[in-house]
């Protein structure tokens, strides 16, 4: 096996006195889909913007193909932060793609996606905007790239949101439940798109309700519950029985909505 | 400077809060008024609403205390300086007021009027239990902001006699010829005014029905 | 009642040359409230504890005392502790100062309407502080920030009068100075509810051009 | 409106006058009474007419509005006579000299009205003071650096923060500042400029001139029964010689 | 078969220029619960909103349990108004239980059931109260009556706007994807309270994108697409084969993401 894309050791994050997470080891192989499925607020969003490092996890270490992200331990064996270059340079091999797709609403389309490339890697606007068209054309939006967000379904707006981060031409894309805010059609659109990511090789976290993705797509699942990793496995071992009491009773609360009567 | 000139001062802001306070309470029911004539589809009702707001917000207050004053005895109307105060004081924040309030107005979402609807609310009852306190929480920040403003331009009714903390200040001020001694203490009584009323917005605000804790 | 507008055209010169006055002032001390209200907000929401709180103190102690008093001490109290300044930076230095006292709670209150997502979208994709500031946060609360903002540019256009206690030649001292010379208090009075009125509703009516501009530009109907 | 006022007050039995309080010696507020030599004299008008005096006080700029709306019946200003206003206003018999005087921070380098010569002094804006101190800037060598105020007060407050360094003003007020401020403000004597005379301000109308004639009537008889003098010793430590009435004013 | 609860008839329904809804001819059946289902943009809310009379439709009529809502065809065929007392009194008999739940924050939970009782039938405020307390006990909320709404979870919150509606006894319910802004384990909470409600005989209307739950509780299902009603019926006829092409599609995007894989 391959060096793992990203590695979390031991990690703890604590809001105030609450712990959202313990002691969490991960290992997100590369070139693969991970998901993370688990109950509503049980640390799946945190845990993934801890790997974003929107959030700085409170104890433990996350490496990025190797490299520290965030902190590190010195020769002391304490935690150390590293300095803001070193992060910005680590972070930027990770995509990350919200749940409320966080779109810039006084930007079009293309320039939600030219934007990065303009401000950050000083690419000539021209440039810039021709690259920009290609990410919207693979997400099939060439045509939308004149549009503000506002002018845009949420399915399309999804779909912006990817192509933004797939610009940067990160290594790892980060997806917190893609497809949550749309309706059934518009997500077709977007696990449409994450299926092609997945089928390129890309490496992927995602956060998903769509068992149906995850069981499809995934090539490993890990189930948190309370701020704690229950099970980590391929899809075969976590829905074959017997499972965890748990994991029993979250995925009945699915099977009875799901659609398995209707075929 | 003396405890007494100082107690002066402290006498004289009895008007000047008494006088914002009133003015205030009336403005803010007059706004009700003009914002609900704002959003009415009626040109009857919107176009003498949006041309008192322009005059009464673009129009001095000290202009305006001086015309209510002099002016209303030509008509017959031969107000007293409080009255005057009181008028120029209320129409004038009600002008800004109902600014604020159509914000807020507007911003009610739809959806908890058409349940309103739902469950058969008529018109005015839609307006006085669902839009107003909504509109109220919406813009109470604002309105105390306003509050305060109001406050302090109450200076300006000594033009129609009435000595509140700037004119008490400016009339010790000739008498002792010490005008920098007694504008700091006047300064400092209004900035203990104003921050009791952010405190008092602060707290209301947090008090109101259902504000998130 | 005695009326007569002769005074008026007998004046003329004066009174247009004290609304100029009025209105450099006015903009002068508006364009630099903004600026210094803006980077007093974002001092204040970057700068941790140890900047907030001695801003915020400044801040309110600008808010809660009248610009009357303000202007009284720092023009005829400043020479007793070293700060004689002339009238006109005196002028333009005290309403910008009170300016961005207000300035900086709006644009505070501009920072905290754009949701944090958009932000975290910026740095998940490497943008810089700044640059955040500018091209997401800056222009995502224009919206927001330009009624309340011309409210308060109609606020201290009437302030502006004060500056005559510190022999400003503003359009307030101008023209009651007229009254009294010929003891017109009437004509004065009326003039200067015109000229204030008509200044007042231009900036109304550019604050609510500016707003429809911003908002049909920025969210076209789908 | 055709009513008789002079009736009105007596079937009244009040008079209202309108001042500002920001004016010493005349009119000022010593520890939160109203006080001055206007108070005293219309005690004594109010006596002599047989009717209480009620007491009206605003800013100067509400005080003429205020006249005109009929809030009060005449002002206790008092204001210096000169033509033009005595083309919009009544004037009743002068109260006491209005002559021009110089008020230095103490030490100053001035010791002679003519020393103000190339000077920065202060003046009200607006005001019969202001042209005087104008043309008597005009006879001197060097033109003096005239500094115009919204009120005297703030000139007095402008001198104390050394913007400059005296102020010209009637001097009744100067003399009552120099007093109250001693060791910080000087009067420089001799006065100088026109002889003018302060009046109470009251209305042209018709009806109003029954009024007026009572009020002259009232001052003339108490300047010739000496209470004031007595007044004008009281509140300026001096007297004046008044003339009965001021036709023609030097200004 | 008994009268229809509601029926509709040449409906059509424009905004400006644009047919949102076109020719509907509907009949929901009393008692049962009749299931608008369809893609998104198709109509479903503006059709639900039509018989609430929240939008006046353009054309056609509605008439509820006989009497007809909003407008009538006077003696010489046309379509007039009718006056506000008697919209209100056919509208009274009907219950709308909205996506975003619209609880009024002001109001704690009591205050919100007990609301329209008070100062619309003018019953005292003790009895609103008493029967206030009655439909929150029935959807389980007895013990959150002193709550306001920002301190509900969601789910507890369209309870709480069901119970509100249900108040006021209704004979007719409408719902407008009442868990669509629920995540799906609150979803569970309330898809219990309404299928109770459907065991009691209530006569529903329920736009929704739970196709389980149309499935399993629904007596007639409707498909909606681009404005058109292009099929009703059973559920059974409806997920049986041969499908009509556009319905066969629409299904496909479930039975794609459903869970039927997973048992
Ligand atoms: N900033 C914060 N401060 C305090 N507590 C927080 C904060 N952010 C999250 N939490 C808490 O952490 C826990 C985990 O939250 P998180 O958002 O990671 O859950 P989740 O698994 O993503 O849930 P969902 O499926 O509802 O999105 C929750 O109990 C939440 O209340
Ligand atoms: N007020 C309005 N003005 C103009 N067009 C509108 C308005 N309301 C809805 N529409 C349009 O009417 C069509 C139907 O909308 P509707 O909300 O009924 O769809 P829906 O079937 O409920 O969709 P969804 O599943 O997304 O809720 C859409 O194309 C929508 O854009
Ligand atoms: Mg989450
Ligand atoms: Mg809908």
Redesign the interface.
């Given at each position: 096996m391959t060096l793992p894309a990203i590695s979390v050791r031991s990690l703890v994050k604590r809001f105030g006195t609450a712990t959202v997470l313990q002691d969490i080891d991960l290992d997100v192989p590369e070139g693969k889909v991970s998901c993370l499925i688990g109950p509503s607020g049980s640390g799946k969003s945190t845990l993934l913007r801890c790997l974003a490092f929107l959030e700085e996890a409170s104890e433990g270490m996350i490496t990025v193909n190797g490299e520290a992200l965030g902190f590190f331990e010195n020769a002391k064996g304490e935690r150390e932060r590293l300095p803001a270059g070193q992060i910005r340079a680590v972070r930027a091999q990770i995509g990350m793609v919200f749940q409320q797709f966080n779109l810039w609403p006084h930007m079009t389309a293309l320039g939600n996606v030219s934007e990065a490339l303009k401000t950050v890697h000083k690419v000539p606007k021209a440039e810039a905007e021709e690259r920009a068209m290609v990410q919207l054309a693979k997400v099939g939006l060439a045509n939308r790239a004149g549009h503000y967000p506002s002018q845009l379904s949420g399915g399309q707006q999804q779909r912006v949101a990817i192509a933004r981060a797939l610009a940067l031409s990160p290594k790892i894309m980060l997806f917190d439940e893609p497809t949550s805010a749309l309706d059934p059609e518009l997500t077709g659109e977007v696990l449409n798109v994450m299926r092609e990511l997945a089928a390129e090789g890309m490496t992927m976290v995602v956060v998903s309700h769509e068992i149906g993705f995850a069981a499809t797509v995934g090539h490993q699942i890990s189930f948190l519950d309370q701020g704690r990793l229950l099970f980590t496995g391929a899809p075969s071992e976590i829905f074959a029985k017997p499972r965890h009491p748990r994991l029993e009773q979250f995925l009945d609360t699915y099977l009875d909505r799901g659609a398995s009567m209707l075929a | 400077m003396s405890f007494?000139l100082f107690s002066?001062l402290v006498?004289a802001s009895v008007w000047t809060i008494g006088i914002s306070a009133i003015s205030i309470a009336i403005g803010f029911l007059i706004a009700l008024g003009l914002s609900a004539a704002l959003l009415s589809g009626k040109a009857l009702y919107r176009k003498p609403a949006e041309f008192f707001i322009?005059?009464f917000?673009?129009?001095?207050?000290?202009?305006q205390l001086?015309?209510i004053?002099?002016?209303l005895?030509?008509i017959g109307l031969?107000v007293p300086?409080i009255v005057a105060a009181i008028i120029g004081m209320s129409l004038c924040t009600a002008a800004?007021q109902a600014?604020n309030l159509r914000?807020g107005f507007e911003s009610v979402?739809k959806?908890?009027i058409?349940?309103?609807?739902?469950?058969?609310?008529?018109p005015r009852?839609v307006f006085v239990?669902?839009k107003v306190?909504?509109a109220l929480?919406l813009t109470f920040p604002?309105l105390v902001?306003e509050a305060?403003?109001i406050l302090?331009s109450s200076?300006l009714v000594?033009?129609?006699?009435i000595?509140e903390i700037?004119?008490?200040?400016?009339?010790?001020?000739?008498?002792?010829?010490m005008?920098?001694e007694i504008?700091?203490s006047?300064?400092l009584i209004?900035?203990v005014i104003?921050?009791a009323v952010?405190l008092a917005g602060r707290f209301g605000e947090r008090s109101?029905?259902?504000?998130?804790? | 009642m005695i009326f007569d507008p002769n005074v008026i055209l007998k004046h003329l010169p004066e009174i247009i040359s004290g609304t100029g006055v009025t209105l450099a002032l006015w903009i002068a001390g508006m364009l630099l409230g903004i600026l210094i209200g803006f980077i007093v907000a974002t001092l204040r929401r970057y700068g941790g504890r140890a900047v907030d709180l001695p801003l915020g103190f400044v801040v309110e102690v600008l808010r809660g005392t009248p610009f009357l008093i303000q202007i009284f001490l720092v023009y005829y109290g400043g020479p007793f502790v070293g700060l004689s300044l002339d009238p006109v930076p005196c002028g333009l230095l005290g309403l910008s100062v009170y300016a961005a006292a207000y300035y900086s709670e709006i644009f505070r209150a501009g920072y905290a309407s754009v949701p944090h997502g958009h932000v975290e979208a910026g740095e998940c994709l490497g943008l810089s502080r700044l640059q955040i500031i500018r091209r997401i946060l800056l222009p995502e609360m224009a919206l927001i920030v330009l009624p309340p903002s011309v409210n308060l540019a109609v606020i201290l256009l009437k302030e502006s009068a004060v500056l005559s206690i510190i022999t400003v030649p503003e359009l307030t001292t101008t023209v009651s100075a007229i009254g009294s010379q010929e003891y017109a208090f009437l004509e004065a009075i009326f003039l200067l509810a015109v000229i204030y009125w008509v200044i007042v509703e231009a900036a109304a009516r550019l604050g609510r051009l500016a707003e429809t501009r911003l908002s049909t530009f920025r969210f076209a109907a789908s | 409106h055709a009513e008789d006022v002079l009736a009105k007050v007596k079937a009244a039995g009040v008079l209202k006058v309108g001042t500002e309080t920001a004016f010493a010696p005349f009119d000022f507020i010593d520890a939160g009474a109203h006080v001055g030599l206007n108070v005293d004299l219309f005690d004594e008008v109010g006596k002599e007419l047989g009717v209480k005096i009620e007491w009206v006080t605003l800013p100067w700029e509400g005080v003429l509005p205020g006249l005109e709306a009929g809030k009060f019946e005449v002002v206790a200003g008092p204001a210096t006579i000169t033509k033009a206003r005595m083309e919009r206003y009544r004037f009743t018999a002068p109260i006491a000299e209005a002559t021009v005087a110089i008020l230095k921070k103490a030490g100053a380098p001035i010791s002679k009205p003519e020393d103000i010569a190339g000077k920065a002094v202060g003046v009200g804006k607006a005001t019969a003071q202001l042209a005087q101190l104008t043309e008597f800037s005009a006879t001197l060598p060097s033109k003096v650096d005239i500094r115009e105020y919204p009120a005297f007060n703030d000139a007095y407050a402008d001198m104390a923060a050394g913007r400059i360094v005296a102020v010209a003003n009637s001097l009744p007020n100067i003399a009552f500042v120099a007093k109250q401020r001693a060791g910080m403000f000087e009067v420089v004597l001799p006065p100088f400029g026109k002889k003018t005379y302060f009046g109470f301000v009251g209305r042209k109308d018709a009806d109003y001139a029954s009024l007026m004639d009572a009020i002259d009537a009232a001052l003339i008889k108490m300047k010739g029964d000496g209470r004031m003098g007595k007044l004008q010793d009281k509140w300026f430590g001096t007297k004046f010689d008044t003339p009965d009435a001021v036709k023609d004013p030097a200004i």
């Amino acid at each position: 096996m391959t060096l793992p894309a990203i590695s979390v050791r031991s990690l703890v994050k604590r809001f105030g006195t609450a712990t959202v997470l313990q002691d969490i080891d991960l290992d997100v192989p590369e070139g693969k889909v991970s998901c993370l499925i688990g109950p509503s607020g049980s640390g799946k969003s945190t845990l993934l913007r801890c790997l974003a490092f929107l959030e700085e996890a409170s104890e433990g270490m996350i490496t990025v193909n190797g490299e520290a992200l965030g902190f590190f331990e010195n020769a002391k064996g304490e935690r150390e932060r590293l300095p803001a270059g070193q992060i910005r340079a680590v972070r930027a091999q990770i995509g990350m793609v919200f749940q409320q797709f966080n779109l810039w609403p006084h930007m079009t389309a293309l320039g939600n996606v030219s934007e990065a490339l303009k401000t950050v890697h000083k690419v000539p606007k021209a440039e810039a905007e021709e690259r920009a068209m290609v990410q919207l054309a693979k997400v099939g939006l060439a045509n939308r790239a004149g549009h503000y967000p506002s002018q845009l379904s949420g399915g399309q707006q999804q779909r912006v949101a990817i192509a933004r981060a797939l610009a940067l031409s990160p290594k790892i894309m980060l997806f917190d439940e893609p497809t949550s805010a749309l309706d059934p059609e518009l997500t077709g659109e977007v696990l449409n798109v994450m299926r092609e990511l997945a089928a390129e090789g890309m490496t992927m976290v995602v956060v998903s309700h769509e068992i149906g993705f995850a069981a499809t797509v995934g090539h490993q699942i890990s189930f948190l519950d309370q701020g704690r990793l229950l099970f980590t496995g391929a899809p075969s071992e976590i829905f074959a029985k017997p499972r965890h009491p748990r994991l029993e009773q979250f995925l009945d609360t699915y099977l009875d909505r799901g659609a398995s009567m209707l075929a | 400077m003396s405890f007494k000139l100082f107690s002066l001062l402290v006498q004289a802001s009895v008007w000047t809060i008494g006088i914002s306070a009133i003015s205030i309470a009336i403005g803010f029911l007059i706004a009700l008024g003009l914002s609900a004539a704002l959003l009415s589809g009626k040109a009857l009702y919107r176009k003498p609403a949006e041309f008192f707001i322009s005059f009464f917000r673009g129009v001095p207050l000290l202009v305006q205390l001086l015309l209510i004053y002099n002016l209303l005895p030509f008509i017959g109307l031969n107000v007293p300086s409080i009255v005057a105060a009181i008028i120029g004081m209320s129409l004038c924040t009600a002008a800004y007021q109902a600014e604020n309030l159509r914000g807020g107005f507007e911003s009610v979402p739809k959806g908890l009027i058409e349940a309103a609807d739902m469950v058969g609310f008529s018109p005015r009852q839609v307006f006085v239990r669902v839009k107003v306190p909504i509109a109220l929480r919406l813009t109470f920040p604002a309105l105390v902001n306003e509050a305060i403003m109001i406050l302090k331009s109450s200076s300006l009714v000594s033009v129609v006699g009435i000595v509140e903390i700037t004119r008490m200040a400016q009339d010790l001020a000739s008498s002792t010829y010490m005008p920098i001694e007694i504008f700091s203490s006047a300064a400092l009584i209004y900035l203990v005014i104003c921050w009791a009323v952010a405190l008092a917005g602060r707290f209301g605000e947090r008090s109101l029905p259902g504000a998130a804790k | 009642m005695i009326f007569d507008p002769n005074v008026i055209l007998k004046h003329l010169p004066e009174i247009i040359s004290g609304t100029g006055v009025t209105l450099a002032l006015w903009i002068a001390g508006m364009l630099l409230g903004i600026l210094i209200g803006f980077i007093v907000a974002t001092l204040r929401r970057y700068g941790g504890r140890a900047v907030d709180l001695p801003l915020g103190f400044v801040v309110e102690v600008l808010r809660g005392t009248p610009f009357l008093i303000q202007i009284f001490l720092v023009y005829y109290g400043g020479p007793f502790v070293g700060l004689s300044l002339d009238p006109v930076p005196c002028g333009l230095l005290g309403l910008s100062v009170y300016a961005a006292a207000y300035y900086s709670e709006i644009f505070r209150a501009g920072y905290a309407s754009v949701p944090h997502g958009h932000v975290e979208a910026g740095e998940c994709l490497g943008l810089s502080r700044l640059q955040i500031i500018r091209r997401i946060l800056l222009p995502e609360m224009a919206l927001i920030v330009l009624p309340p903002s011309v409210n308060l540019a109609v606020i201290l256009l009437k302030e502006s009068a004060v500056l005559s206690i510190i022999t400003v030649p503003e359009l307030t001292t101008t023209v009651s100075a007229i009254g009294s010379q010929e003891y017109a208090f009437l004509e004065a009075i009326f003039l200067l509810a015109v000229i204030y009125w008509v200044i007042v509703e231009a900036a109304a009516r550019l604050g609510r051009l500016a707003e429809t501009r911003l908002s049909t530009f920025r969210f076209a109907a789908s | 409106h055709a009513e008789d006022v002079l009736a009105k007050v007596k079937a009244a039995g009040v008079l209202k006058v309108g001042t500002e309080t920001a004016f010493a010696p005349f009119d000022f507020i010593d520890a939160g009474a109203h006080v001055g030599l206007n108070v005293d004299l219309f005690d004594e008008v109010g006596k002599e007419l047989g009717v209480k005096i009620e007491w009206v006080t605003l800013p100067w700029e509400g005080v003429l509005p205020g006249l005109e709306a009929g809030k009060f019946e005449v002002v206790a200003g008092p204001a210096t006579i000169t033509k033009a206003r005595m083309e919009r206003y009544r004037f009743t018999a002068p109260i006491a000299e209005a002559t021009v005087a110089i008020l230095k921070k103490a030490g100053a380098p001035i010791s002679k009205p003519e020393d103000i010569a190339g000077k920065a002094v202060g003046v009200g804006k607006a005001t019969a003071q202001l042209a005087q101190l104008t043309e008597f800037s005009a006879t001197l060598p060097s033109k003096v650096d005239i500094r115009e105020y919204p009120a005297f007060n703030d000139a007095y407050a402008d001198m104390a923060a050394g913007r400059i360094v005296a102020v010209a003003n009637s001097l009744p007020n100067i003399a009552f500042v120099a007093k109250q401020r001693a060791g910080m403000f000087e009067v420089v004597l001799p006065p100088f400029g026109k002889k003018t005379y302060f009046g109470f301000v009251g209305r042209k109308d018709a009806d109003y001139a029954s009024l007026m004639d009572a009020i002259d009537a009232a001052l003339i008889k108490m300047k010739g029964d000496g209470r004031m003098g007595k007044l004008q010793d009281k509140w300026f430590g001096t007297k004046f010689d008044t003339p009965d009435a001021v036709k023609d004013p030097a200004i």
